[in-house]
């Protein structure tokens, strides 16, 4: 193995020195990087570690004749050993043992054997794969105590803060069992409460939290060394005040690892103050006035895939005469003018109140399109939030002034472990393992699936296909299945809802709206008949159990009402049905108009329809020619994927930018 090392390191050092094509060399870096990194991890197979889990569930019986004085001495003496770090094979086997039968006794779960084989790639430090239902919870329960051990701290990324406070309180009777503490994050936690829970050996919380207090530190502490990006400090001398909020990064593990290390990563997070009032808020709505007397198509043209403004020549002129009359010295700079034009012309048609954004209490709050949360505490940049709030006629904030900036994808690399779960890593397995040097590893089901997926239904209008909707509701409810059925927006969750109330069918609405009701919608979900209408706020971290009565009628009916722009969204969604060989079903209903191929494939379906490749004779607006209708969604689903990729690779680059252009930053 060494050799093989050293052939491969004599590889690398080869291409890097070529440097007539950089651009070619740079992605041979990245593959051959790639390479190294599975040849250092290839001892950590899906035989090994199936093999290691054998014989930890061996040891059942020996750790299940301890009295509880004897499984603490034994626990005891395992836990000093990963404090010395002096852990071998043996010792990782043990100790998962102790802990598989500490989750027994403390809360009557089990782990299976395949749930001790995620705990172990846990541990090794790679993102695995187990599919909903499959008991990923249980699984970093059993392996964080011993992770903290370990690394002394451990920082346990969730979705949202619902999921963090509930991950800590359920999971807390293992760790206490297991010497290590324990706590939770949220979004109203006081700044001393938080210095308090950063001192405990695993810490849950989302990666806005987390990094935002980091950064915060820098802050505080001076140790930024540009308004805008951050040192990643592992440790802060005694000199630094009152020392650090968050003591250190030494250990990761992250749950829903592809939502968060991959659709999270792109955004960086922007640590900002407000800027003293002044009369730019008048400019924002003067903009927003001036937008909306202009004509789409004559005076400018929207790129709604990329989200940007263009004035021609008739709207430039028009714009110039409508703000040659106002008073503001900033409609003199022609050049600033023509650019909050055209900001307000991208808030009035690519930022939609009830999908980017819902207006709550008289101000605007983002939704995170991944998870249908609301993201209270975030605005857009460069003006585009004060644009949207002109746009909708509401009072308009002070501009924010910049202090720390840093992306998620550099401050999860500062990690010197990490690791994650989630049930559709293989379908982000290259890119987790080229940003993050993590390899992925599929875990198999405890059970087969046993889900039936029912064939995509395509329509010609999106009115054709919410009918059509309804009427599958209707059929599948009368069989007294529970139902969970998907939706991209918040406005479209409504618009379902008012469709299910004209036919008099009950049902109960999940998303940013009533996110305080979500433990009871999601228990109740699986019951007999229940009809569910979700945002994705039900497709990560929840697990909807059907009930007697359900199963025995067919278990849960998935459905989705649009086809998200990346493919592992839809699993996630689908992956609510059928869990731990449960019955279930699912089906995908889309239509023509969907944004999908709106915006990822407007010309190729206009040229189906135009050579009669895709067509709807019927009155119910279904198209014929399936196979071509789901060819073409998967291709703009691709290409919204590929769209996403890109923008999560300039994040990278502007990283590598930083580290090398700013001297002592990174």
Same mark, same amino acid.
């Given at each position: 193995m060494t050799?093989?090392?050293?052939?491969?390191?004599?590889?690398?050092?080869?291409?890097?020195?070529?440097?007539?094509?950089?651009?070619?060399?740079?992605?041979?870096?990245?593959?051959?990087?790639?390479?190294?990194?599975?040849?250092?991890?290839?001892? &950590?197979?899906?035989?090994w570690l199936r093999s290691q889990a054998e014989q930890i569930d061996?040891?059942?019986?020996?750790?299940?004749?301890?009295?509880?004085?004897?499984?603490?001495?034994?626990?005891?003496?395992?836990?000093?050993?990963?404090?010395?770090? #002096?852990? *071998? !094979? =043996? +010792?990782?086997?043990?100790?998962?043992?102790?802990?598989?039968?500490?989750?027994r006794r403390v809360t009557g779960e089990e782990p299976f054997v395949v749930q001790l084989m995620g705990a172990l790639a846990l541990y090794h430090g790679r993102v695995v794969e187990m599919l909903t239902g499959e008991g990923k919870t249980l699984t970093g329960s059993i392996v964080a105590p011993i992770i903290a051990w370990r690394r002394k701290h451990v920082h346990v990324f969730t979705v949202n803060d619902y999921?963090?406070?509930? +991950?800590?309180?359920?999971?807390?009777? &293992?760790?206490?069992?297991?010497?290590?503490?324990?706590?939770?994050?949220q979004q109203e936690t006081e700044p001393a409460e938080r210095f308090d829970l950063y001192t405990r050996s695993i810490v849950y919380g989302t990666p806005k939290q987390i990094v935002a207090d980091w950064l915060r530190?820098?802050?505080r502490l001076g140790a930024l060394t540009t308004p805008w990006a951050g040192r990643v400090l592992l440790s802060m001398g005694g000199d630094?005040? %009152?020392?650090?909020?968050?003591?250190?990064?030494?250990?990761?593990?992250? !749950?829903?690892?592809?939502?968060?290390?991959? !659709? =999270?990563?792109?955004?960086?997070? &922007? &640590?900002?103050?407000?800027?003293? *009032?002044? !009369?730019?808020?008048?400019?924002? #709505? =003067?903009?927003a006035a001036i937008a909306a007397k202009l004509d789409e198509g004559p005076d400018y043209s929207i790129d709604h895939l990329r989200r940007r403004a263009e004035l021609k020549r008739r709207g430039q002129h028009r714009s110039r005469q409508m703000w040659e009359s106002l008073t503001n010295p900033i409609w003199r700079a022609s050049r600033r003018a023509e650019e909050?034009?055209?900001?307000?012309?991208?808030?009035?048609?690519?930022?939609?109140?009830?999908?980017?954004?819902q207006v709550v209490e008289g101000r605007i709050v983002i939704v995170d399109e991944y998870t249908g949360r609301f993201l209270p505490d975030r605005s857009w940049e460069h003006g585009l939030h004060q644009a949207v709030e002109a746009k909708e006629g509401l009072d308009v904030t002070a501009d924010r002034e910049t202090l720390a900036r840093l992306s998620f994808q550099r401050f999860y690399r500062s990690y010197p472990f990490l690791c994650g779960m989630t049930g559709t890593a293989a379908d982000a397995t290259v890119e987790i393992e080229r940003v993050y040097s993590r390899p992925v590893t599929v875990i198999p089901t405890n059970r087969p699936v046993a889900r039936n997926q029912w064939p995509m239904r395509v329509f010609l209008t999106a009115e054709s296909k919410w009918r059509a909707i309804v009427d599958s509701i209707a059929e599948v409810h009368a069989l007294g299945r529970p139902q969970l059925v998907g939706t991209r927006s918040i406005a479209a969750s409504e618009l379902l809802a008012r469709l299910l109330d004209e036919r008099g069918l009950p049902h109960r609405v999940l998303n940013a709206n009533f996110d305080k009701e979500e433990a009871d919608l999601i228990a109740q979900a699986g019951f007999a008949g229940a009809i569910t209408v979700a945002t994705n706020m039900a497709g990560r971290g929840t697990d909807i159990k059907p009930d007697q009565r359900s199963i025995a009628a067919g278990g849960l009916h998935v459905i989705l009402t649009e086809m998200h722009g990346a493919k592992r969204i839809d699993r996630q969604f689908i992956g609510r049905a059928g869990r731990q060989g449960d019955p279930g079903s699912a089906q995908t209903f889309v239509s023509l108009e969907d944004e999908l191929v709106a915006k990822h494939a407007r010309r190729l379906t206009a040229f189906l329809l135009r050579t009669g490749r895709l067509s709807a004779p019927g009155l119910t607006? *279904?198209?014929?020619?399936?196979?071509? %209708? %789901?060819?073409?969604?998967?291709?703009?689903?691709?290409?919204?994927?590929?769209r996403d990729r890109g923008n999560r690779s300039q994040v990278l680059r502007q990283d590598d930018w930083i580290d090398k252009h700013l001297p002592g930053v990174g």
């Amino acid at each position: 193995m060494t050799q093989a090392l050293s052939r491969y390191h004599a590889l690398f050092e080869s291409l890097k020195s070529r440097r007539r094509k950089p651009e070619l060399s740079k992605g041979v870096d990245s593959v051959v990087g790639r390479g190294l990194m599975k040849l250092r991890h290839s001892r &950590i197979s899906l035989a090994w570690l199936r093999s290691q889990a054998e014989q930890i569930d061996a040891l059942a019986h020996e750790t299940r004749n301890c009295s509880e004085g004897v499984l603490d001495e034994h626990l005891q003496r395992i836990r000093e050993r990963f404090v010395r770090g #002096r852990q *071998e !094979d =043996e +010792d990782v086997r043990r100790a998962l043992a102790l802990t598989r039968e500490i989750a027994r006794r403390v809360t009557g779960e089990e782990p299976f054997v395949v749930q001790l084989m995620g705990a172990l790639a846990l541990y090794h430090g790679r993102v695995v794969e187990m599919l909903t239902g499959e008991g990923k919870t249980l699984t970093g329960s059993i392996v964080a105590p011993i992770i903290a051990w370990r690394r002394k701290h451990v920082h346990v990324f969730t979705v949202n803060d619902y999921l963090a406070v509930r +991950d800590a309180r359920s999971r807390e009777p &293992i760790y206490k069992r297991c010497l290590v503490t324990v706590g939770a994050l949220q979004q109203e936690t006081e700044p001393a409460e938080r210095f308090d829970l950063y001192t405990r050996s695993i810490v849950y919380g989302t990666p806005k939290q987390i990094v935002a207090d980091w950064l915060r530190d820098q802050i505080r502490l001076g140790a930024l060394t540009t308004p805008w990006a951050g040192r990643v400090l592992l440790s802060m001398g005694g000199d630094a005040g %009152a020392g650090p909020m968050v003591p250190g990064l030494r250990a990761a593990m992250v !749950d829903e690892a592809d939502a968060v290390l991959i !659709d =999270e990563g792109v955004v960086p997070l &922007i &640590i900002a103050r407000s800027r003293r *009032e002044d !009369d730019m808020a008048q400019v924002y #709505r =003067e903009a927003a006035a001036i937008a909306a007397k202009l004509d789409e198509g004559p005076d400018y043209s929207i790129d709604h895939l990329r989200r940007r403004a263009e004035l021609k020549r008739r709207g430039q002129h028009r714009s110039r005469q409508m703000w040659e009359s106002l008073t503001n010295p900033i409609w003199r700079a022609s050049r600033r003018a023509e650019e909050l034009v055209r900001q307000a012309l991208i808030a009035r048609h690519c930022y939609q109140n009830g999908r980017q954004y819902q207006v709550v209490e008289g101000r605007i709050v983002i939704v995170d399109e991944y998870t249908g949360r609301f993201l209270p505490d975030r605005s857009w940049e460069h003006g585009l939030h004060q644009a949207v709030e002109a746009k909708e006629g509401l009072d308009v904030t002070a501009d924010r002034e910049t202090l720390a900036r840093l992306s998620f994808q550099r401050f999860y690399r500062s990690y010197p472990f990490l690791c994650g779960m989630t049930g559709t890593a293989a379908d982000a397995t290259v890119e987790i393992e080229r940003v993050y040097s993590r390899p992925v590893t599929v875990i198999p089901t405890n059970r087969p699936v046993a889900r039936n997926q029912w064939p995509m239904r395509v329509f010609l209008t999106a009115e054709s296909k919410w009918r059509a909707i309804v009427d599958s509701i209707a059929e599948v409810h009368a069989l007294g299945r529970p139902q969970l059925v998907g939706t991209r927006s918040i406005a479209a969750s409504e618009l379902l809802a008012r469709l299910l109330d004209e036919r008099g069918l009950p049902h109960r609405v999940l998303n940013a709206n009533f996110d305080k009701e979500e433990a009871d919608l999601i228990a109740q979900a699986g019951f007999a008949g229940a009809i569910t209408v979700a945002t994705n706020m039900a497709g990560r971290g929840t697990d909807i159990k059907p009930d007697q009565r359900s199963i025995a009628a067919g278990g849960l009916h998935v459905i989705l009402t649009e086809m998200h722009g990346a493919k592992r969204i839809d699993r996630q969604f689908i992956g609510r049905a059928g869990r731990q060989g449960d019955p279930g079903s699912a089906q995908t209903f889309v239509s023509l108009e969907d944004e999908l191929v709106a915006k990822h494939a407007r010309r190729l379906t206009a040229f189906l329809l135009r050579t009669g490749r895709l067509s709807a004779p019927g009155l119910t607006g *279904e198209l014929s020619g399936a196979g071509a %209708a %789901a060819r073409l969604f998967r291709l703009a689903q691709r290409r919204s994927e590929s769209r996403d990729r890109g923008n999560r690779s300039q994040v990278l680059r502007q990283d590598d930018w930083i580290d090398k252009h700013l001297p002592g930053v990174g």
